[in-house]
């Protein structure tokens, strides 16, 4: 499965705007960019996912570079409740197992 | 939120007892995975379910087994717990498996002493 590389920490005021970034250059052409977040002492919770466009929902827009070896998760407000750590994850749409690689993340510390 | 829910939330062995958890659905998804989850480690899959009485091995398998008699329920079994398997469990749930998002349960954490 391909890898992730992504910052091991952020740190953020409330309120504004949070750019994580992620990088997967050996992504393949069938990988989706997913995007998961835990909070503490909570099971992870999906955020957003894309395969070529940007997207944007209720929680986030993700920003993915043309080449797709990049992509930025964006928070436009952070509040302290987005406080957690952030997985950029590679799903692959060739997988029979369909399930996740989580690597480290990226903690961010929201301040107030 | 998905409807999932673990049992026990919380347990506590020793050494060489069988423990068994669960996890229940009412999203009637066809998918279902058991992780585990590590200092450094991040999650990592021990078995995951395609359909009632379908399953495969993950990528951390060795000393556990699992079934699923029924679309709702996929149970994780530790035959004789070990030290080593004190961890946090997550269950996931997923319609369509490979691509598809998944949701997840809030966790089991289990002490073997």
């Known amino acids: 499965d391909a890898k992730t590389t992504q910052p091991n920490s952020m740190e953020s005021n409330e309120e504004e705007p949070v750019h994580l970034p992620c990088n997967h250059s050996?992504?393949?052409?069938?990988?989706?960019i997913h995007w998961y977040r835990q909070l503490p002492s909570q099971g992870p919770e999906y955020v957003i996912h894309?395969?070529?466009s940007n997207v944007n929902n209720r929680m986030a827009s993700l920003a993915i570079a043309e080449d797709r070896k990049s992509s930025t998760l964006i928070l436009h407000r952070a509040t302290l409740r987005d406080a957690a750590v952030y997985y950029c994850?590679?799903?692959?749409?060739?997988?029979?197992?369909?399930?996740?690689?989580f690597g480290k993340g990226t903690k961010l510390s929201v301040k107030p | 939120d998905a409807g999932i829910t673990q049992s026990p939330r919380h347990k506590v062995t020793e050494t060489g007892t069988p423990v068994t958890l669960r996890c229940h659905q009412t999203e009637n998804h066809r998918y279902m995975y058991w992780y585990r989850q590590d200092p450094g480690h991040g999650l990592r899959l021990i078995h995951y379910?395609?359909?009632?009485?379908?399953?495969d091995k993950g990528e951390v398998s060795d000393g556990y087994s699992v079934s699923r008699s029924k679309t709702e329920d996929f149970l994780l079994t530790l035959e004789s717990a070990t030290s080593s398997q004190t961890s946090v469990y997550f269950c996931?749930?997923?319609?369509?498996?490979?691509?598809?998002?998944?949701?997840f349960g809030p966790g089991t954490r289990l002490t073997v002493l």
């Open positions: 994850i590679l799903n692959s749409s060739g997988g029979s197992q369909g399930n996740l690689i």
């Open positions: 894309g395969l070529t």
């Open positions: 379910s395609y359909g009632v009485k379908d399953t």
């Open positions: 996931a749930i997923s319609e369509r498996g490979a691509r598809d998002t998944q949701y």
């Open positions: 050996t992504i393949s052409g069938t990988d989706y």
